[in-house]
């Protein structure tokens, strides 16, 4: 029978391995070891991060794989923008300046420093994207300077529509890229708008001599002064454009606006020279608006307007044509006044010192007022019906029984009763004015003489009155009232 041969005898054994198992140890086999994949590692560039970071679009930390990162730096950017668009201010540019600093050395942090690697593509990435970024940057800065040169030259010549033309080629490029430069052009755009504003009142105050126009327009200059400096010249421009429209074609609406202009208050600025125009426009706007005055018969405003002259401008060239005017318009006013007065003028006698004065022993030629009831009769170079040809204002009562003249016995036809009727001169009561002065220079009763005792006459059934007029002539009337009009 075979045997087996020992183990140290065996050689070259092709059988599975056996485990030995110890005495006491229970069935076991240990699991294999877990695969650990082997770790690759990201290489990371220093110059790329920092140069990407440089075009504020986060792409340094793209680069590094640090997207969470790169998102919140890119909000931050956002937002940063964002509050230097909507408050231009020197303070936020500098944050902006320092975001960009603290974001190119952090992406200089994270790349390593100086322990970084040299990864060529993410140079050339980060190249091509922060390159144009600056490009465009320095471009749109360099445009902003130049508008706002040009927007300075403008403001220094006080050209408000070129400064709004250049103005108008500011975009959101430029507030981004230089949020002072578009501060400082938006007050000049603030300007403009001001000036457009209060030179649009002064216009209306030229055309409609409106001074409540006038005093908003100056207010409106002032306010610019003051909110705005820097806008001086411009503020100049429109005060003598306005200026420059004195004397308006009305002489009228120019005294309006030389009567503010001289009341307005000195404020210690530019607009005080408008006072200056006064002297030269007013004196000849307020006799041109004196003679409008005159021609519609406005003779007070008229007159008024004459003496402002002689007030204010003494020793004035036009001074002797004032004087003149200031006669001419106070005797018109006194005519008119007298004229509408009417018959009411014997309650309100008034004087009109233009009249002729009273003269005894001369035809004093007169209006009269009142019973007319003889008047017609009087010659006709004693009358006149044009107050302003008169040297008297008759003021005339109703008539009366005068002095008896002779009583004589009358048959009524009737009853055939016998009866004395009395005749009597006509009175009328008469008070006479002296146009010249408004003063009472006659004042009785006319009595009229006439015929007396006719054959016949008209009675009633109740037979003749106890008194009856005369019958008067024309002479008779006018020997009545010649101790009036002839005295």
């Known amino acids: 029978m075979d045997q087996p041969m020992p183990p140290e005898n065996q050689t070259n054994q092709v059988d599975d391995p056996q485990v030995a198992v110890l005495p006491g140890a229970t069935d076991w086999s240990p699991n294999p070891p877990a695969f650990v994949p082997e770790r690759v590692f990201r290489p990371r ?65 994270l790349g390593g420093g100086r322990a970084g690697s040299v990864v060529r593509k993410h140079r050339r990435i980060a190249l091509a994207v922060t390159v144009p970024v600056l490009l465009v940057f320095g471009l749109v800065r360099f445009d902003a300077a130049r508008l706002e040169g040009h927007v300075t030259e403008a403001r220094q010549q006080g050209d408000c529509a070129r400064a709004e033309t250049e103005l108008a080629k500011v975009w959101f490029g430029h507030r981004v890229v230089d949020a002072p430069m578009t501060m400082r052009t938006d007050r000049t755009v603030d300007a403009c708008r001001r000036l457009r504003e209060a030179s649009g009142r002064l216009n209306d105050s030229l055309a409609k001599g409106d001074t409540d126009a006038l005093g908003a327009g100056f207010r409106g200059l002032n306010a610019v002064l003051a909110e705005l400096p820097g806008h001086d010249k411009m503020v100049d421009v429109a005060l003598d454009r306005f200026l420059g429209g004195l004397p308006t074609k009305d002489s009228c609406r120019t005294s309006s606006l030389t009567d503010w202009l001289k009341s307005r208050k000195p404020t210690g600025n530019g607009l005080d020279r408008a ?53 001419k318009a106070r005797l018109a006013a006194e005519l008119a006044h007298v004229r509408n007065l009417h018959g009411g003028y014997c309650g309100q006698p008034a004087a009109y010192s233009g009249a002729p004065e009273f003269r005894k022993g001369a035809v004093n030629r007169a209006v ?35 002095a008896p003249t002779q009583t004589c016995p009358y048959r009524a036809a009737s009853t055939g009763r016998v009866a004395g009727v009395t005749f009597r001169k006509i009175a009328i009561p008469v008070k006479a004015y002296e146009l010249r002065t408004g003063k009472v220079v006659v004042d009785t009763k006319v009595e009229i003489g006439g015929e007396s005792c006719p054959s016949t006459f008209l009675a009633s059934a109740d037979g003749p009155p106890p008194d009856r007029y005369v019958s008067p002539s024309d002479g008779d009337i006018r020997a009545g009232y010649a101790a009036v009009i002839t005295p």
């Open 45 to 109: 560039d220093a110059v790329a991060a920092a140069i990407g970071n440089a075009s504020l679009l986060s792409v340094g930390y793209l680069l590094l794989g640090r997207r969470l990162l790169a998102v919140l730096a890119m909000l931050g950017t956002v937002v940063l923008v964002t509050v230097v668009v909507a408050v231009p201010s020197v303070w936020f540019e500098v944050a902006v300046l320092a975001w960009w600093a603290a974001m190119i050395w952090h992406g200089w942090y």
């Open 275 to 327: 006072a200056t125009v006064v002297p030269r426009v007013a004196p000849a706007a307020l006799v041109g608006c004196a003679d409008e005055r005159m021609a519609a018969n406005h003779f007070g405003h008229a007159q008024q307007r004459y003496q402002q002259l002689l007030d204010e401008y003494p020793g004035h060239e036009l001074t002797g044509k004032a004087q003149e005017g200031v006669t």
């Open 368 to 402: 009269i007022w009142g019973n007319r009831e003889y008047v017609d009769k009087l010659p006709g170079d004693w009358l006149t019906h044009d107050v302003g040809e008169a040297v008297l204002v008759v003021c005339t009562g109703q008539t009366e029984f005068g």
